[in-house]
């Protein structure tokens, strides 16, 4: 039975319920990014499903077998074309789902449960792509991943186990392909529902999309869930699959020479949502690049919603007036601040040549200094200046963070040419 908040006794309608607010139907509350995301991994489903007819998971057979899915089935190219752009473009949602979540509030209490759940489903789609990646077998899959799982190296301890672990040995082989293909094809899609399943079910519980509670009497009453709801969403599902088709018809799914262990590219680069780290190490010690940076920041993630914030604007965007012109002054710092390190990191004498000291201090420990002191400068400097809550400071140092990540992958995957050496994007061949 319906209780009047949309939800019912009954699992299914906790996904969908009978009736829902109005308020609840704009666009620019979700933008639709949770159902796209669905769309899209369920795409992913299908189209995997076909490709499995013809893929072998062996070295001597994987690139051969891409090929002839290519060169010789019916609408093989095309159908291998919707599973690569329908992985890229699930990653690129499911950040942007995070994002929009984040910014309008849907993440205080009663829904801390589900952020976790959310933060869970982003990890669990970048895994699910990365595993994918080898599959094809070409120079570029092959290299990308070597890269990618290279980093685990500079994880204290349990580093060099897990990279073993995932590629079955010192070097990648046979047994990583059987590992990325197993993960790739049915451990990861199992977790992918059973998770989404629960985090739906949990948006339900907590009453549905979150909306701004100043609204009129007339936005919040409630309608049917059908047509009201079930039609914006089959628009949003068709253009979505429009302009994935048509993605997939303009753009072929890349695929260089057959992988070949001895003669590595130049430049080597990892994955496209990897590259932010990549692009890091080339700043900073790898304990601190690939190491502590990002467990402060996974760690700083998961705390988000546990904080003790003075009040909860749930479904304002961005917290207020006064947090938006606090995001843009993070935005316009990172933008600035970003591109002047890189280019200074570039051009100048290497620091620890110039001054002599252990690389650890010089490429670890001092920037290390050097960054929380600048973050801590810029959060109590931001919040002294605007007379800010810790809603509206803790936004503004999410933004900074993000915008710089952003700007490191850009420049990783567009600005680094043979050698990582900086160049413009029309000089990379």
């Known amino acids: 039975m319906n209780n009047g908040t949309g939800s019912t006794s009954s699992f299914i309608w906790h996904l969908h ?82 994002f929009r979540v984040y910014f309008s509030g849907a993440f205080y209490s009663p829904r801390q449960l589900n952020w976790l759940l959310g933060l869970l489903l982003l990890f669990l789609t970048v895994l699910s ?51 990325f293909y197993t993960l790739h094809t049915a451990i990861f899609p199992f977790l992918i529902i059973f998770v989404m399943s629960f985090h739906f079910w949990r948006v339900r519980k907590a009453g549905g999309v979150v909306v701004p509670s100043d609204l009129s009497e007339k936005e919040n009453a409630f309608v049917p869930a059908v047509p009201n709801l079930v039609v914006r969403e089959l628009a949003v599902a068709l253009v979505l699959l429009a302009v994935l088709f048509m993605t997939a018809a303009l753009f072929n799914a890349p695929l260089q020479a057959m992988a070949n262990p001895a003669l590595s590219p ?38 988000l919603p546990y904080l003790n914030y003075p009040k909860q604007p749930q479904g304002i965007w961005f917290v207020s007036d006064k947090g938006r012109q606090m995001a843009w002054v993070a935005v316009l710092c990172a933008v600035i601040v970003t591109p002047l390190y890189i280019v200074a990191n570039a051009w100048l004498p290497d620091v620890q040549n110039f001054i002599a000291v252990d690389p650890i201090v010089a490429g670890g420990v001092v920037p290390a200094i050097v960054l929380l002191l600048s973050l801590s400068g810029f959060y109590y400097g931001l919040k002294k200046r605007f007379k800010a809550t810790l809603n509206e400071t803790v936004q503004a140092l999410f933004v900074l963070i993000t915008v710089i990540f952003l700007i490191l992958t850009i420049t990783g995957i567009w600005f680094r040419g043979a050698d990582m050496q900086l160049v413009w994007p029309w000089q990379i061949p």
């Open 266 to 303: 130049n430049p080597t680069k990892a994955a496209w949502y990897f590259m932010g780290l990549q692009e890091l190490l080339l700043h900073f010690h790898p304990l601190l690049a690939a190491s502590a940076l990002p467990l402060a920041v996974s760690l700083g993630l998961v705390l």
């Open 17 to 98: 319920p009978r009736t829902l607010p109005e308020s609840t139907l704009r666009f620019n509350h979700t933008f639709g990014l949770g159902g796209m995301a669905l769309l899209l991994f369920v795409v992913q489903i299908f189209s995997g499903v076909l490709l499995r007819f013809v893929y072998q998971a062996s070295p001597a057979e994987a690139y051969h077998s891409i090929l002839l899915l290519q060169n010789e089935m019916l609408f093989g190219q095309f159908i291998r074309n919707i599973h690569y752009w329908s992985g890229s473009f699930l990653v690129m949602i499911v950040f942007l789902h995070l």
């Open 129 to 179: 792509n990365f595993t994918g990646y080898l599959l094809p077998w070409d120079q570029r899959a092959y290299w990308a991943t070597t890269i990618s799982t290279g980093m685990l190296e500079y994880i204290p301890l349990l580093g060099p186990w897990l990279r073993e672990w995932l590629i079955g040995g010192e070097e990648i082989g046979g047994q990583a392909m059987l590992n």
